[in-house]
T-cell receptor
Framework: GAVVSQHPSRVICKSGTSVKIECRSL??????MFWYRQFPKKSLMLMAT?????????EQGVEKDKFLINHASLTLSTLTVTSAHPEDSSFYIC??????????????FGPGTRLTVL | SQELEQSPQSLIVQEGKNLTINCTSS?????LYWYKQKYGEGLIFLMM?????EEKSHEKITAKLDEKKQQSSLHITASQPSHAGIYLC?????????????FGKGTHLIIQP
């Protein structure tokens, strides 16, 4: 089946630094990828929709200058948490749709990245 | 915006027993997904339902979408320790797959030996 990878799986950084998280579709192309955030014992919240070759679409309340998204190729989207603070500590998960299967709507999820900001 | 309410929030079931998890939507469900998650890990896709009255099964797990497309249930038969985890229902707002999913808060399932 379709595989989505994320890197890194865990990252610890100091407050004020920036962290980049990669999301890759390994065996399919994805014109659209999605970024979610999950706080401890909470559900997943959609942060933004990443579109290949164009600007990302952010959900209400998500700061686009804080969470920079780049979808430069059909297999890679990156999320950069800029000037990270402890409240940004969370589990970040991406998902992707197979653009080669326009009638198949399943989203394939990555394994997640746990960010801890000290 | 669409909201999904899952019940129960947590469930402790003796191994071998059956159980049901419910997911109720504030709006019509055009695409309803069920996922399983181990805490701190990614999501494992279970099933996707799109049509009213649709029912799908995989191994010992059966998911249904009601005729009105506002409620879904996930039923596990003869539960096993491997079924333990967090079950999430997610809705595609448009059904076209172009949007991110809205998730319920999850149901934490514990299987007692």
């Amino acid at each position: 089946g379709a595989v989505v990878s994320q890197h890194p799986s865990r990252v610890i950084c100091k407050s004020g630094t920036s962290v980049k998280i990669e999301c890759r579709s390994l065996d399919f192309q994805a014109t659209t990828m999605f970024w979610y955030r999950q706080f401890p014992k909470k559900s997943l919240m959609l942060m933004a929709t990443s579109n290949e070759g164009s600007k990302a679409t952010y959900e209400q309340g998500v700061e686009k200058d804080k969470f920079l998204i780049n979808h430069a190729s059909l297999t890679l989207s990156t999320l950069t948490v800029t000037s990270a603070h402890p409240e940004d500590s969370s589990f970040y998960i991406c998902s992707a749709r197979d653009s080669g299967l326009p009638n198949y709507n399943e989203q394939f999820f990555g394994p997640g990245t746990r960010l801890t900001v000290l | 915006s669409q909201e999904l309410e899952q019940s129960p929030q947590s469930l402790i079931v003796q191994e071998g027993k059956n159980l049901t998890i419910n997911c109720t939507s504030s709006k019509t469900l055009y695409g309803l997904y069920w996922y399983k998650q181990k805490y701190g890990e990614g999501l494992i896709f279970l099933m996707m339902l799109q049509k009213g009255g649709e029912e799908k099964s995989h191994e010992k797990i059966t998911a249904k979408l009601d005729e009105k497309k506002q409620q879904s249930s996930l039923h596990i038969t003869a539960s096993q320790p491997s079924h333990a985890g967090i079950y999430l229902c997610g809705a595609d707002p448009s059904g076209g797959g172009a949007d991110g999913l809205t998730f319920g808060k999850g149901t934490h399932l514990i299987i007692q030996p």
